[in-house]
């Protein structure tokens, strides 16, 4: 199945539900609006449960494929309006703004909109009518990895800054570049699994959960 071009009736589960309402500073609330209109787009405040990031949309789909074919996996992932919007760890934004202002990475990667703590988002609707328009700038938008759990696994800074490297890079330089992380400090998730795991970065120490240094990838 192609998540990006499958068309049914696209819903979020009740446990996800639970998980997105928890971003609001009114839970219940959220849940009853979800309840009268659960085809209605939804804005909730980042930074408590939940950092986004949101990129052009063909990129977005770029990085998701490398997530996906080379990484960890992903955790919830929406599309709204063209963009692309990978749902992270909170905190996420602020450090890959950081990782990004870095020369090494800026020339390399397009600019990304990383909405952390004090920023709010609009989401898609927690049900999708079928044939809802999926063109940029029209519809609700739509959940490309739907919130299925209470406690999704985001990933974090280095994760995401790991991805957009070598998808901006093209698939030459991937070829020439490592697969993925070294395995001394890779964890033990199937690559396509986004369930729940020990919350470290796929870069962590063994043992200790700080993060190995994101190796940079050669040069094309």
């Known amino acids: 199945m192609d998540i990006w071009t499958y068309q049914s009736v696209e819903y979020v589960t009740v446990a996800g539900e639970a998980w997105l309402a928890s971003a609001s500073e009114y839970p219940s609330s959220m849940r009853a609006l979800w309840e009268s209109r659960p085809w209605a787009p939804s804005v909730l405040p980042c930074g408590r449960v939940f950092d986004v990031i949101s990129m052009p949309s063909l990129f977005g789909r770029k990085v998701l494929d490398e997530l996906w074919a080379s990484g960890p996996g992903c955790g919830p992932v929406a599309l709204y309006r063209g963009r692309t919007l990978v749902f992270v760890q909170p905190g996420a934004a602020a450090r890959l703004r950081t990782l990004l202002a870095w020369e090494e990475w800026a020339r ?92 470290r970065e796929p870069w ?4 200790t959960g700080a993060e190995s240094p994101l190796e940079p990838l050669p040069s094309a």
């Open 204 to 207: 962590s120490s063994a043992g």
């Open 108 to 199: 390399e990667v397009p600019p990304l909109l990383c909405h952390g703590a004090g920023d709010a988002v609009t989401v898609p609707p927690v049900q999708r009518m079928v044939d809802a328009p999926d063109s940029p700038g029209q519809g609700a938008g739509r959940w490309i990895v739907a919130p299925d759990t209470r406690e999704p696994w985001l990933p974090g800074a280095p994760t995401v800054l790991w991805a957009c490297v070598r998808a901006s890079r093209g698939p030459a330089a991937v070829a020439a570049a490592p697969p993925r992380p070294p395995a001394h400090a890779q964890l033990s998730v199937p690559p396509r699994s986004r369930s729940p795991h020990t919350g």
